[in-house]
């Protein structure tokens, strides 16, 4: 994670802005996907997701997606496993 | 420590001519109220709230209802839920402040996410770091628990001990009896919600709401057009007691504004209403334009916090049009309910004489008050027998 990202988070958490904090997530599980970090993506990911359930974004059902693609999360309600 | 034993309970489990009421250690002494935190009021269908508290879908309110932490929603489709508010896993306090939950209910500690419904959504990590399933953890087996819940005139009942007949059954007779006010009801607003805080036992302010014989002394106020014989006694034995007046006299503003009235009443109520204790702890009054509901919170043994919300028969009588005779009327029920606290406050002190038995009622005037006396007795007296 960058220096940036991670700065971006902390504020992102101490405002309790959570729409924000579901984009910088997926930001740091893509980034950590890129220096293949499966582990740590699959962290990130699992937290955006988390923050889009909180506050009912629709990000969350593709997020819980690829959770589930790699085996990491129930299948999302009405998609095919 | 008083024992809690049948003969304390047999004097008040007679007819209303020779019975004592409740003796003094069932309003002075914790053990009793411990007691009757379980017997009387988990054992049946207690007041906790109003749906007007949780008005939009999202909405969410934590309730302490004697110790009990518990969690009104309203979910996406309008719907009511009484749930306990602990979470699944480390049972942490899930909502600490009434608000709005945009999508699931978050726990903060290890933030396992539920649906407005209470179903088990996510729980994260719950199998290592990005692990968020785990075979030994079983989503549709976690959901919050469910409290019982239903919803008369607004008030929402639950039953903790889940074992309570159902209310519509318990209350079969009152739903009856005012069947005639099942209509949509609507609050009025920040001027008609008002909470007074008493240094009281809870039975006593049921106790003074069921009977119309203090009326003459206590609110003089209402002499001049509701004497004592424009009363009468409401007596539903095991489910509700209270009075009912023949004199209602509805409130005109200073205009002529009156609110409107429900539609189809039958004509006796254009000069009557009724009010109803709805055993344990819920107080209703019904007129033929506006209704009341009192949800009486015991904090302590001898403290109590009585919630009056005032609800109207129409969506106008809720608007601008209307805001200065709501507010007359709300004005006018709480300076009623004022002049009360002096007398549920003195009988609590009057409880701490070592000398008084409970004391005697009048055949003619105290049958509603003595009906709870032998409801409460009755409810104690099963709980210590499903004790043995």
Known sequence: ?81 | MQELNHDDLDAVLTDVSTARGLPNAHYISQDRFEAERQSVLFNNWSGVGFGKDVPEPGDAKPIDFLGIPLLLIRDRDGEIGVFQNTCRHRGMILIDAPRKIEGALRCPYHSWCYSLKGALKATPHVGGPGQNTHAAVRKSELGLIRVRHYIFQDVVFVNISGEAPEFEKVHANLMQRWAEFSQPIYHGGAESSFKLEVKTNWKLAVENYCESYHLPWIHPGLNSYSRLEDHYNIEQPGEYSGQGTEVYRQLTSGDGLVFPDFEGLDPKWDSAAEYIAVYPNVLLGAHRDHVFAIVLEPMALDRTVEHVELYYTKPEATEAAYANIRGENAVLWKGVFEEDIFVVEGMQRGRHGVMFDGGRFSPAMDGPTHMFHHWVAFQLKQGMQEAL
């Open chain 1, 1 to 81: 994670m960058t220096q940036d990202l991670d700065q971006a988070l902390r504020w992102a958490h101490a405002n309790k802005d959570f729409v924000r904090l579901i984009g910088l997530y997926e930001a740091a599980a893509v980034t950590a996907e890129e220096n293949n970090q499966a582990e740590a993506a699959a962290f990130y990911r699992t937290h955006a997701y988390v923050f889009a359930l909180q506050v009912g974004d629709l990000r969350g059902v593709t997020l819980q997606y690829k959770l589930y693609l790699q085996g990491r999360e129930d299948c999302p309600e009405g998609f095919t496993r």
